[in-house]
């Protein structure tokens, strides 16, 4: 694309790309062409000829959005003939349209409101009853269609086919009778269908929990972010009298290229929930009074520290969560490791480290590669616009994909070549395919027997695929979830990042998907037992004073969340503050956790939403959480971003609050005055964080620096639990979960799936269960009932059971974080 | 000449309105929708041509069929707006009296009305 | 000197003339609270929401009034209407309709913009209260004309009610 081409539009000379559109080189010189059917997403279509302009030398009027540039060519968008097209076309577009604006929630940011006002012809000369078409009609819950008010320009329907690649939305019919619909009526319920609701350019296409609630010029906005998942969307949220009315998108092209996935649209309920902590509270004599927040933060900070003075620092804990903010994280970084000198943080239960031994590749990447490398992730229920990036690359822009996962994906339909590892044995697989890249390289390999197909089901022909796959793509992007991997399995993956980076002129990156909003940003503030902010190891402890200034360095190894709770249980650990975490339902072994917790001899629980963990609570903080707070958040590909604030609150911010804990013990308070004081803060101290200020993230955000990985040694491979009965559950998340997020009266509770396991035929047949049965899973002493699906989601000896909701209670069938053994039986007969 | 691209000869006897007519309906059922002027022109013509045709005319709706074909023609995305065209067109531009007759009798009314 | 006495006669007779002719005449005033002025037709005094025909209000709440507002005094929140039991005849109503008749100015651009004739400024001028909360005039407050008002638009593009 090195050729520029010389254009004249309006007698202004633009020099643009070579395959640019007319329409776009106009916008590039501030010269706008009215569309309809056009959008830069999808691609030239040309059906509602609005975009009509005359070209010197050619017969007849042409559309500029289908129109590629060519050398020296001359464009007239102002021309009586194109003025003459312009009001005959809109006449056309106008005239069965109901011309209902008053009524149409369209009305006020409507192309089609604003074509006519600026080219229409200021009257019509229909003297015909309109045609009547269906008003309000549900196209799913969360979209009403009005088929009257559809101009037909087809940007819905191109956009299920070239976008989400579902092609759910289909015209149906012919001529006049044209209209937007599903097959056989179907509704229309895919995981990113309200889009279409934001490209539509007229008001057929609706909101129906926005339907008639207000104008859009009433509302006011804010530029926010999505918290649900870890691509941290930009988004629109729309208030007013600061009660929520609707999100809408805001294209950022580094992260969400437009787009937002349906939970991000309408699963964002619970800010008016009901179950919201609103005040804080203490238990005194088993009853919970209320007090006022800063000053039960002041006593909070106080009775930790004295256990601290009592028991010495190991007795207390913080389990922080990957849902806050980086400045949140960051105060509580600094209250536990500074202020009460505990190196006892973690925000998770699996195991992984930060930095990365390659490049931090972001979503832009994931286009410019040749090949993605998918290992563990589940791209479509864990992060629904990643899912739409990858989708973007394969299938537009040539990009190859491998899948190495241990079950099937959606994605395995479009991808070259995908391969199922065992459950467990994740490990070994990446040893594996690590090692045969090493043979080739002739560098050091991981010991041990790692070929077998006996170990982890693939065959070494299958594997040896994969490794020429990797070893001939120029540019290799790994998408890899953390959070899916078992036990120590993130060092394999780490050195098989490393080996890959060591193949010549290969450009090789990670994009690290852990399924929650900020666990990069978690990770890189030092919610971690053995790093300390910027990925500093905590037993450097030069490094470490060097920072943040001498004796900061603790000499205590901290404990990790799990350990936390076996303290807890054995009683070593007396206080544990919980941040926006969920432990008892989040945590494997329920029993055991509500157990631990009950001993504890302060539980201070700083939450959003109500849990089973704020029940136990001795302490409850309320957390204003999205919607509400402000802050940053660090997405998976690295980029920092700024989460306005959409509706106002009485609640002191959760900054607020941690420094008020962090000033009650301190001898030199610091107060901060808005979030952007922390973040001021924590950009000076934080490695990588270094460019991270107001200005600098204001639109777009900006990518944090690379965190270097601590250089390791090749780690060897870990014993295989062979032994265990039954088979190996695997947990796998769900988009659409019945949680404290999306409940019950969610406007996106029909996605909500009943409690399913998918087992192997084999597996099936063994147990003498077929599709449909009621089976029953135990372990531990729990049983969890579910329905069975019979397929190939996985290799034989493991059962997937997607996490469906919250009181399926899941993770208590697990022990730990590795692998877990699970019994399916048929429920007894009775 | 009539039709699309091709000549079709009519013997005196044929009411060309209705000729018109006819033609355009057979656009009009025939029009894909991808395009709005052909999605919307083909019908707006039948409309006024079976006004016309019934008695309902006027010589301001001829003028105004007039401006259809001419914001429909080589305004498409394919040939089949431009061929729904040239039939009701060129009926117009060769055939005009037989519209005229059509519509006197009503204006006549409306003068001494 | 005769001239000029003749000048200040004839002055004086004509500012007479208006006096004793204004004796005669009907008065301009009137005694005000006994008897009430008759407004002109096109008086911008009190709003009020008007129904339709079928006993429905007029209102659509588009909001329109509110934005075209110059002082911001009408709040209005819409809603979608039960089909079975339409409190308007479109698909939406308005589910609060608020005018602050303290910081209104009369100006009438509020029935400008409607456009569907649902809010109208009457002849009711007696607007004094002692009570500042009365002047937060609710959709009570404006619909109380039970029978729907006619308008016509005159060759000034002024609508008139008949």
């Known amino acids: 694309m090195s050729e520029d081409i010389n254009i004249t539009i309006n007698d202004q000379p633009v020099s643009v790309p070579k395959g640019t559109l007319v329409v776009e080189a106009a916008k590039k010189i501030g010269i706008e062409i009215p569309v309809f059917c056009y959008h830069e997403k999808l691609g030239p279509f040309g059906c509602c000829r609005m975009c009509l302009v005359e070209v010197e030398k050619m017969p007849k009027l042409t559309t500029a959005c289908t129109q590629t540039v060519m050398p020296d060519m001359v ?239 190991e007795s207390i804990g913080f389990i922080g969560s990957p849902f806050g903010t980086n400045e949140e994280l960051y105060l509580y970084h600094k209250l536990f490791r500074f202020t009460l000198g505990t190196n006892n943080l973690d925000h998770k239960i699996y195991i992984d480290t930060p930095g990365l031994p390659v490049d931090h590749y972001d979503f832009l990447n994931v286009e410019t590669a040749n090949l993605v490398l998918l290992i563990g992730s589940d791209p479509a229920e864990e992060l629904p616009i990643l899912d739409l990036r990858i989708k973007k690359a394969i299938t537009r822009k040539g990009v190859k994909l491998a899948i190495l996962n241990d079950q099937k994906t959606e994605l395995d339909k479009i991808a070259d070549l995908s391969l199922m590892y065992d459950v467990g044995s994740d490990e070994i697989a990446l040893a594996a395919l690590a090692n045969s890249l090493a043979l080739e390289l002739d560098i050091e390999m991981v010991e041990g027997e790692t070929s077998d197909e006996s170990l982890t089901g693939i065959a070494e022909r299958r594997m040896k695929e994969m490794a020429e796959l990797v070893r001939t793509a120029m540019k290799v992007c790994v998408v890899y979830n953390p959070a899916s991997l078992t036990g120590n399995s993130i060092f394999m993956l780490k050195h098989l990042l490393g080996v890959i980076n060591k193949i010549p002129t290969m450009e090789c990156g990670a994009i690290p998907a852990a399924p929650f909003t900020n666990s990069l940003g978690a990770m890189d503030m030092g919610i971690l037992p053995d790093y300390y902010p910027g990925g500093i190891s905590s037993s450097d402890s030069g490094k470490v004073d060097q920072v943040w200034g001498d004796g900061s360095s603790l000499q205590s190894k901290g404990l990790s969340a799990l350990e936390m709770i076996d303290k807890a249980e054995s009683g070593e650990l007396k206080a544990l503050l919980v941040y926006r975490n969920n432990p008892v339902i989040d945590f494997p072994d329920r029993k055991r956790v509500e157990s631990a917790l ?23 903080l309320p957390s204003n959480g999205p919607g509400y707070d402000e802050g940053t958040t660090t997405n998976i590909g690295g980029r920092v971003q700024y989460r306005k604030r959409g509706l106002n609150t009485k609640n002191s911010p959760d900054w607020k609050i941690i420094s008020k804990m962090i000033n009650s013990l301190s001898e030199k308070p610091i107060e901060y005055l808005t979030s952007f004081s922390v973040t001021e803060e924590l950009s000076q101290t934080v490695p990588g964080y270094s460019e991270i200020s107001k200005k600098s993230i204001k639109k777009e955000g900006k990518t944090r620096e690379k965190i270097e990985s601590a250089n390791g040694v090749v780690p060897e491979i870990g014993k295989v639990e062979s032994s265990g009965q039954g088979l190996k559950l695997r947990i796998a998340e769900q988009l659409f979960a019945k949680d404290k997020i999306l409940d019950a009266s969610s406007p996106l509770a029909h996605h909500f799936l009943p409690s399913t396991l998918c087992l192997h035929k084999k597996d099936a047949l063994k147990l003498d269960l077929s599709n449909g049965d009621q089976a029953i899973l135990a372990a531990n002493g729990v049983e969890v009932k579910a329905i069975v699906e019979v397929s190939n989601r996985c290799n034989p000896g493991a059962v997937i059971v997607p996490r469906v909701s919250d009181d399926q209670g899941l993770l208590r069938l697990s022990r730990s974080c590795s692998v877990n053994w699970v019994e399916v039986k048929k429920p007894k007969v009775e | 000449m009539l039709g699309s691209g091709a000549l079709i000869v009519m013997d005196h006897t044929v009411n060309i309105v209705e000729a018109a007519l006819r033609m355009s309906y057979f656009y009009m059922h025939e029009s894909c929708g991808k395009c709005t002027p052909c999605r919307e022109g083909t019908r707006w013509m039948y409309q006024i041509l079976n006004d016309i045709q019934n008695g309902k005319g006027s010589s301001k709706q001829v003028e105004k069929l007039e401006d259809i074909c001419d914001n429909m023609s080589f305004k498409c995305f394919c040939a089949l707006g431009d061929a729904a065209v040239a039939p009701v067109a060129s009926s117009i531009m060769h055939f005009r009296s037989d519209y005229d007759e059509l519509i006197k009798n009503l204006e006549s009314d409306e003068v001494s009305a | 000197m005769i001239l000029k006495t003749f000048d200040g006669v ?120 002692y009570d500042r909360d009365k002047y937060l005039a609710t959709k009570g407050d404006l619909l109380v004309y039970p029978e729907p008002n006619e308008f016509k638009v005159n060759i000034l593009g002024n609508t008139t009610r008949v």
Request: glycine letters at 6%.
């Open chain 1, 75 to 313: 464009v007239k968008t102002e021309s009586p003939k194109v003025i003459k097209a312009q009001q005959g076309v809109l006449e056309f577009t106008l005239l069965n349209h109901p011309l209902d604006c008053p009524v149409c929630d369209k009305g006020g940011e409507c192309p089609l409101q604003n074509n006519t006002f600026k080219y229409g012809p200021g009257d019509t000369r229909m003297e015909f009853d309109r045609a009547n078409r269906d008003k309000a009609t549900p196209l799913s819950p969360v979209i009403t269609i009005d088929r009257e008010r559809c101009i037909a320009c087809q940007r819905c329907t191109r956009y299920s086919d070239i976008i989400e690649q579902e092609s759910a939305l289909v015209m149906l019919n012919r001529g006049f009778n044209n209209e937007v619909g599903t097959f056989n009526n179907e509704p229309y319920d895919t995981k990113y269908s309200g889009n279409v609701i934001d490209i539509c350019p007229v008001g057929a296409l609706t909101n129906t929990q926005f339907r008639f609630k207000a104008r859009t010029w009433d509302l006011d906005n804010s530029a926010t972010l999505c918290a649900h998942c870890g691509c941290n969307c930009n988004m629109t949220l729309g208030s007013r009298t600061n009660k929520f009315m609707r999100i809408e998108t805001r294209p950022n092209d580094l992260v969400d290229d437009g787009w937002v996935c349906d939970k991000a649209r309408f699963g964002y309920d619970f800010i008016e929930s009901d179950h919201r902590i609103v005040e804080a509270t203490n238990l005194v004599d088993g009853e919970y009074k209320v007090a006022k927040t800063l000053e039960i933060a002041r006593q909070t900070a106080e009775s930790l520290k004295k256990i601290v003075d009592e028991y010495g620092p």
């Open chain 1, 598 to 620: 009950k001993k504890l001899s302060l539980l201070v629980v700083h939450d959003m939403m109500k849990t089973e963990t704020s029940v136990l609570a001795t302490t409850v």
């Open chain 3, 10 to 129: 004839k002055h004086l007779l004509i500012g007479l003339g208006v006096t004793f002719k204004n004796l005669f005449s009907k008065p301009v005033t009137f005694s005000y609270p006994e008897v009430k002025r008759i407004m002109p037709e096109r008086y911008r005094g009190r709003h009020f929401l008007n129904r339709d025909e079928n006993g429905l209000e007029k209102c659509i709440g588009c909001s329109l009034c509110s934005i075209n507002c110059p002082v911001g005094c009408i709040h209005v929140v819409s809603a979608e209407n039960d089909p079975d039991h339409p409190v308007s005849p479109g698909e939406r109503y308005a589910e609060v309709y608020e005018i602050n008749l303290l910081r209104c100015i009369y100006c009438g651009y509020c029935e400008e913009a409607c456009p569907v004739d649902a809010v109208v400024l009457r002849e009711h001028y007696e607007l004094a209260d």
